[in-house]
C-alpha cells in the first residue's frame, strides 16, 4: 500500500507545507502526515518529529513556529499522526491509550494488535513513501519529539542507528517501564510481562548499550514547570543511564516552561540547528 495523496499544499517561508495521506501496509490504515520542504530542488536533509498524547500530524505543524528555521537550515521536516485510526480500529476513552496515543511500538496484545504498528510505520513505510516522492536525502535523517513523541524519537533512534544520524527531544517520557503512562500503554500493547518492555524504554535501552557510539551527543530540552515532570517523564533516569553508558547528553532543565507548545516553539530552533549540523 502507497497512493500518496497531497490532501493540502501552502507555500511557506519560500517552501511548502503539505499535508499527505497514504496507505500503510505496517497499520493496515491510511496514515496521515505533514511534511515541510524548503524551496529549492533538494535532496533536502530530512527531520522526523513525533508528537506526543493527543496530537494528530497538525499540532507540530501548526503550533511549532519551525518552519522559519527549517527554511533557513533548507532542513525538510515530516510530522505524522501518533496513532493509526477510523471506526474499524481500536480505541479506548482516555486520552491516553489507543488513538492518539500509539507510543511508537508495534502492539502485541489484542485488540491493539491488529493496528497499532508505530514502530514499523514509522521507521518502514513512512521512510518509504517519503524517499519515494519527495526530493529528500535518506541517508541525512535525523529524529526528534516530544512527550509520548520523545518517548518515540529517543527508542527508535536507539534501536534504529541505521536509519538515524541525530536524535534529541523535548520533555522525552524516558522511562515508560516506570511511570503511569508508559506501564499502562505497554500493559495494554505488549502484555504483563515486563521483560518485553525493556526494548522500548529509552533509559534501559541506553543502560543496556543500544546504539553505543552512534550518536556524538543527544539534546534534550525540559521545563522545570512541566506538570508532567516528577510523576510521568523523569529526565534524571535518562541522564543517569547515558552516564554509565558513557553517551555524552546536553539535558537543558529549563526554568518556568510548561508542557505545551509553547515550550516547544521557545527552543525548537537549537534543535533545528543541532539537527543540520550533523545532518550536513
Ligand atoms: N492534558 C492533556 C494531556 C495530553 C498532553 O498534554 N498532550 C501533549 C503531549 S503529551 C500535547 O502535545 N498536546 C497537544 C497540544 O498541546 O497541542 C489532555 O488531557 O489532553
Redesign the pocket.
Known sequence: MSDLEILEEHRCFGGRVLICRHGSAATGTPMRFSLFLPEGEGPFPLLIWL?????TED?FTT?AGAYRKASELGLAIAAPDTSPRGEGVANDEA??LGQGAGFYLDAREAPWAAHFKMESYITRDLQDVLSANFPLDMERRGISG????GHGALTLALKHPDLFRSVSAFAPIVSPARCPWGEKAFSAYLGKDRAAWAAHDAALLMESGAARYAFDEILIDQGMADG?LDEQLKPELFEEACEKAGQRLILRRQEGYD???FFIQSFIEDHLEFHRVRLS
Not at 516530544?146 to 513523541?149: A, C, Q, Y
Open positions: 508528537s506526543g498524547l493527543t496530537c499540532n503550533k486520552y491516553d516530544h512527550s509520548m513523541g508532567f508542557h505545551s507548545y
